[in-house]
C-alpha cells in the first residue's frame, strides 16, 4: 500500500479514539500497578520459598500433562470439524466451546458430578478400580484439560480449514491411506498451528483456578497450584502473592510473543 493510499491519521473520528484509548488503559492499568506494587528487593529471597517452589513445581508438571492430553484429543477432533461431514457437527462445535463460556466453578461443580466419588463415572471407577479422582493431582490435569482443550480445538481446526487439501488427494492417489496422509501430510501442513494451540492450552492451563480448587482442592504439594498460592498468600503476604502474580504474567507474556505470528495469521482466525 502506498502512502497515497494509507488512511490519514488526522482523519480518525475522536469519537473512535477516545473509547479505544480508554479501553488500552483499562487493559493496561492493572498490569503497570502490579509491576509497580512487585516486592523486587525480595524477589528471589520469595522465590526460594519451599512452599512457592513446590506450587511452581506442580503448576509446571500438571499444565504440561495437560497440554499434552488436549494434544491427543484435540487434534483428532478438530481434523473431524474441519474435514468431515457428519449430522450434528455445528452442535459438537458449540460443545466444544463451552468451557470457554462456562464460569471455572461450573466447570469445577460438573466435574466433581462426573469424576467425585459419587458422581457419573467417579462411581463406577471408585467401585469397580478403587480409584478416587477428587482432590488428587489427576484431578488438577483433569480441570486444566477441561478448560484448555477448547483452545487447542479452535487453534488446529482453523489450521486444518487453510491448509491446502490438494495434499492429502495427492498422497491418496500414491496410494497412501487416509490415516498415513493424515499422519504424512496433515499434521506436518498444520504444524504451525497445532504449536500454537498447544502453547495456549498450556498458559491457559497453568492459570487455570476456578475448577481446579473447586474439583482438585488446595492440598500444599498436591493440588495448590501457582494460581491457588496466589490466592492463599493475599490473605496473609500479599507482596507473596504480586510476586507469583508476576512470575505468570511474565510466562503469559513470553507465550504471546511466541504466538506473535499466530495473531496477525490466518491461522486463529480460520479464514480461507
Keep these: 500500500?502506498?502512502?497515497?493510499?494509507?488512511?490519514?491519521?488526522?482523519?480518525?473520528?475522536?469519537?473512535?479514539?477516545?473509547?479505544?484509548?480508554?479501553?488500552?488503559?483499562?487493559?493496561?492499568?492493572?498490569?503497570?500497578?502490579?509491576?509497580?506494587?512487585?516486592?523486587?528487593?525480595?524477589?528471589?529471597?520469595?522465590?526460594?520459598?519451599?512452599?512457592?517452589?513446590?506450587?511452581?513445581?506442580?503448576?509446571?508438571?500438571?499444565?504440561?500433562?495437560?497440554?499434552?492430553?488436549?494434544?491427543?484429543?484435540?487434534?483428532?477432533?478438530?481434523?473431524?470439524?474441519a474435514r468431515t461431514e457428519f449430522r450434528g457437527r455445528s452442535v459438537v462445535r458449540a460443545l466444544v466451546?463451552?468451557?470457554?463460556?462456562?464460569?471455572?466453578?461450573?466447570?469445577?461443580?460438573?466435574?466433581?458430578?462426573?469424576?467425585?466419588?459419587?458422581?457419573?463415572?467417579?462411581?463406577?471407577?471408585?467401585?469397580?478400580?478403587?480409584?478416587?479422582?477428587?482432590?488428587?493431582?489427576?484431578?488438577?490435569?483433569?480441570?486444566?484439560a477441561f478448560v484448555a482443550l477448547p483452545f487447542l480445538v479452535m487453534s488446529v481446526e482453523g489450521a486444518l480449514r487453510t491448509a491446502d487439501r490438494r495434499y492429502d488427494e495427492v498422497a491418496a492417489t500414491l496410494g497412501a491411506s487416509r490415516l498415513v496422509a493424515f499422519w504424512r501430510v496433515t499434521l506436518p501442513l498444520a504444524g504451525p498451528g497445532i504449536a500454537a494451540g498447544a502453547a495456549l492450552a498450556w498458559a491457559r492451563a497453568l492459570g487455570e483456578f476456578g475448577a481446579t480448587i473447586t474439583f482438585a482442592g488446595s492440598v500444599p504439594g498436591v493440588t495448590r497450584t501457582m494460581p491457588l498460592e496466589i490466592y492463599g498468600a493475599m490473605q496473609s503476604d500479599p507482596?507473596?502473592?504480586?510476586?507469583?502474580?508476576?512470575?505468570?504474567?511474565?510466562?503469559?507474556?513470553?507465550?504471546?510473543?511466541?504466538?506473535?505470528?499466530?495473531?496477525?495469521?490466518?491461522a486463529w482466525a480460520g479464514q480461507p
Excluded at 517452589?53 to 509446571?60: G, H, I, K, T, V
Excluded at 457419573?120 to 477428587?134: I, K, N, R
Excluded at 510476586?243 to 490466518?266: D, E, F, N
Design 97 to 144: 466451546n463451552v468451557p470457554l463460556v462456562l464460569p471455572p466453578v461450573v466447570g469445577g461443580v460438573a466435574l466433581l458430578m462426573a469424576f467425585g466419588r459419587r458422581g457419573v463415572v467417579g462411581q463406577w471407577l471408585d467401585d469397580a478400580f478403587g480409584v478416587t479422582l477428587p482432590f488428587t493431582t489427576a484431578a488438577v490435569v483433569l480441570a486444566q
Design 1 to 81: 500500500m502506498s502512502t497515497r493510499d494509507a488512511p490519514a491519521l488526522g482523519r480518525v473520528p475522536v469519537t473512535l479514539v477516545l473509547p479505544s484509548a480508554a479501553g488500552l488503559l483499562l487493559l493496561l492499568l492493572p498490569l503497570v500497578g502490579l509491576l509497580l506494587r512487585a516486592p523486587w528487593g525480595t524477589f528471589l529471597e520469595r522465590l526460594g520459598d519451599p512452599a512457592i517452589r513446590d506450587a511452581l513445581r506442580l503448576s509446571l508438571v500438571t499444565s504440561t500433562v495437560a497440554a499434552a492430553v488436549c494434544l491427543v484429543l484435540g487434534v483428532p477432533l478438530a481434523w473431524l470439524l
Design 239 to 266: 507482596d507473596t502473592a504480586i510476586m507469583l502474580s508476576v512470575i505468570l504474567l511474565g510466562i503469559s507474556v513470553a507465550v504471546l510473543v511466541a504466538l506473535r505470528s499466530s495473531w496477525t495469521g490466518r
